[in-house]
């Protein structure tokens, strides 16, 4: 916007400090975070402030929070639902797409239909039925009730359509001179070409399954199943507020690897994150 | 008066330099083009007048008066942009209103709400209309004032973007490539109009375009730029028909002018494609130079020999009125064009050895460097013969 | 949307009666329902039957459990909106969400504003606004009840050094809203950043250039003349996608306050959540599962038009 409208110095000075201000006030609640992580309890107790701790307690507080509940399960049922759901996404969604875009049969716009439906309707609203689905199939408080309400994505299959449309016709129709099968170019053309969405879709599902509380809250009870939210929250539940040195490290290590992959691929994030609003 | 003057100016993005030491004056009223392939620095030197862009070095001035570091509000200029860039939002009268509502409001009149409500606002909001409503009828657009630029033609939208350059009655008019974004022919009918704003106005004109068409119909003088340099300035028949240098050949023309390396056999003589030429150039025998025909300064010869090119016939466009035959002719690597009239070479086919003979004084010669080496008689307007066709053959 | 497959269609208009048309044709649509399939199958499983059955449960008065249940039509609708709680808590969310939407779209224009104004640090500036967004936001809702703590937490401790009055934010029925509301501002403040980064993108630099040349060259001009109104649209997409996020909230009542002190944090999702799970009241939760449905599908609609619209400046 302003390529020809270099900043004279004051504005220049002036945009540094709001932003350094706004953006200090933004990472209040990290640092304040990270910074009780590091203290032992007296001095989290002790009404006056500082930064860094007189007496480090970093190495007992994180060892207490990996110990004394079991934080490194609450992180591998954290990869292991975000990648399955995120696997079967998009084992699901993107035959689904291909068909939509370039293939002609009946019911192809009914299907497109059903599609938009689904991008409307909030996850939640879905609960109460997944509730009660899950029940009678006997799989709440498992796995499965963790991941298979995600499986399809209709927010998936619409980005996956509009970016497969806009691949020409022809190469598709060179893939099957070339003797692929349907199947062969979803996987070895359509998905190579379409990265920039699959990566896109990728962060966007990743993040929402990861942070996700409502859903698992409902879904599972047992200890041994939680995702990181829902660990925390029995933490603290359990903690009832007593203990902060601990649940701070305990958060600082859910937070912790979203942002280092945010900031390894920052790009990709603000566009994945920005397709998703669509939905 | 508002001529226009670059001294030395040069501008460099990064490691790219895009102006090497341009140096230009246009004369107060003058409507000059600068003329070149994209990326030669046109519309930069354009920007860097309109204060849109600030030169590394050198120094401009409108009206004699240096404008070094003065806002574009300030140059007394306006400009016509490639993609018009009419606000998409406000209403044809509310663009064309908007440069003088910036001139002749206070900043607190030219508030939103609130600056309807301060004394003066509304008397000089009515005259600001008065006279955007007369721009636009006399640029046949008064009836378009309420449309928004989305509901407009590309010619409405041209004709709306010039208004709202000539609204508040600039100097120095800039257009930079504003006919491009038209279809041919709607291209051909606005230049028409551009050449008559140009004299109902009689304010300098500096027009940019990479169009040599658009160049030699509408302008006074031509300046041609080639990476950042400009090479040639001069009336577009002199451009045409007495260009300084070879690149400057190359551009103008279509098609592209032949060259055809050739040797001094003795003065006044040269020796190309298997024949000898006679052309009056100062260079002493055995000078190695190269000669540019261009493809109307052919006509067909009853013989081979001196005076007259030999080749052999690869194929002919017919084009109607005329030919164009492309022949391969001996120790010449591309293929030689020539352009003859349909009615005076009737039968030419492919595979056939046709002469050429070349029209007094139009074999241009070039070092192999590509300076030019001006013939020993001075071109003249009057002298070059066929330029009367040039407006056509440009095309 | 019925374009792409225009050439096998042609073929086979050209010749109806050949059978080699009709045959690709066949193998083609037997393609897409093989590809197509499991997708529909799970839409209509894990989507549409749902949704059917949250209309039919909203108007029983099953319990979770129970075995028998009756149709009650729209008794369970009255008695929602007749209900206390439901209207306090719809309140709430309406409170909430009109301190959340003003709040982030303002805050996250400015910011982008400030962003784009300047050639340093941009990616620096982008990512810290944006870091909220993508945190988890139920670790960080422990991290700002630490610093709303009343006797330790940073807010009061600042406070009362600066001699200013203190509260107990999360505790106290006249804040524990705004102050909800206000993580929510923090949380979303960098996605409407970066929408707004992107419609500023998007802005020809030429409308600049002639502004500069028409005399807007001075900031409060081009943000007059230009920016702003070219981000309009942005802006009504941003409002309207930051309230349906805003809706959804659920996180933070959850883990700090379960709706306390008394109803004063309590909003929609919170209320569905707690009514059809802890409660088990299953017919009234679909009830306000649909209420949320019917809030959220039609601010989803309204997007959609603005999105269609969007284009109406060109």
Known sequence: MSAGHRLAPPAAIARHTLLLLTGALVMVPFVWMVSLSLKPPGEIF???????????????????????????????????????????????????????AKLDFRGRDALFGLVLIGLLIPHQVLALPLFILGYNLDILNTYAALIFPFVVSPFGIFLFRQFFKSIPDDVVHAARLDGLSELAIV??????????????????????????????????????????????????NEEAGNDYGPLMAASTLVVLPLIVVF???????????GKGSVK | MSGVSFQNVQKSFGPVSVLRDVSLDIADGEFLTLLGPSGCGKSTLLRILAGLEAQDSGSVSIGGRGVDGVRPKRRDIAMVFQSYALYPHMTVAQNMALPLRMRRLSPWQRLPVFGRLLPGTKRAGGEIAAEVERTAKALGIGHLLERKPGQLSGGQRQRVAVGRAMVRHPAVFLMDEPLSNLDAKLRVQMRTEIKELHKRLGVTFIYVTHDQAEAMTLSDRVAVMLDGELLQVAPPQEIYADPSERRVAEFIGSPKINMLDGVVRERGLIDVAGSTLAVDIDRDQGAEVTLGIRPEAFHVADRSGPGALTGAVRFVEHMGSDLFVHLDMPGVAEPVIARLLAERAPQISAGQTLHLGVRPNRALAFTREGARIRPRVQWTPAAGATVTHLREYVQ | MSATAAPLRNVERARPAASPARTLKLAEALAGYM?????????????????????????????FGARSLDFVGLANFREIFGDEGFRISLMNTIVYVLIVVPGTVILGLAIALLIESGRSWRAFYRAVHFLPYMATLAAMAIAWEALLHPTIGLLNQTLAALGLPTANWLRDENTVLPVLAAIGIWQNLGFAMVLFLAGLKSIPQDLYDAA?????????????????????????????VVALKAFESFDTVQILTQGGPGHASEVLLYTLYRESFEYLRTGYGASVTVVFLVIVVALTLIQARIMDRRVHYQ
């Open chain 1, 263 to 273: 900031l390894a691929a920052q790009k990709w994030f603000v566009e994945g994150l």
């Open chain 1, 187 to 236: 996987w070895k053309i359509m998905v190579p070409m379409a990265m920039p969405a699959v990566i896109a879709f990728s962060i966007f599902s990743v993040v929402s399954h990861w942070n996700d509380l409502f859903w698992p809250l409902i879904a599972v009870r047992s200890e041994s199943l939680m995702p990181p939210p829902l660990g925390i929250m029995a933490f603290k």
């Open chain 3, 35 to 63: 590809l197509a399939g499991p997708a529909f199958l799970l839409l209509i499983v894990l989507f549409i039957l749902p949704v059917f059955a949250v209309f039919v449960i909203a108007a029983t008065d099953w319990q």
């Open chain 3, 212 to 240: 500069d040349i028409d005399g807007a060259d001075l900031w409060l001009d081009r943000l007059v003349n230009v920016t702003l109104p070219m981000l309009g649209p942005v802006t009504m997409f941003v409002v309207i």
């Open chain 1, 46 to 100: 002790r009404t006056s402030f500082s930064l860094l701790p007189e007496e480090w307690h970093a190495i007992e507080n994180y060892t207490k929070a990996l110990t004394e509940v079991p934080l490194p399960r609450y992180m591998l049922n954290g990869v292991i639902i975000s990648a399955a759901i995120l696997v079967l996404q998009i084992l699901v969604c993107a035959p689904a797409a291909y068909a939509l």
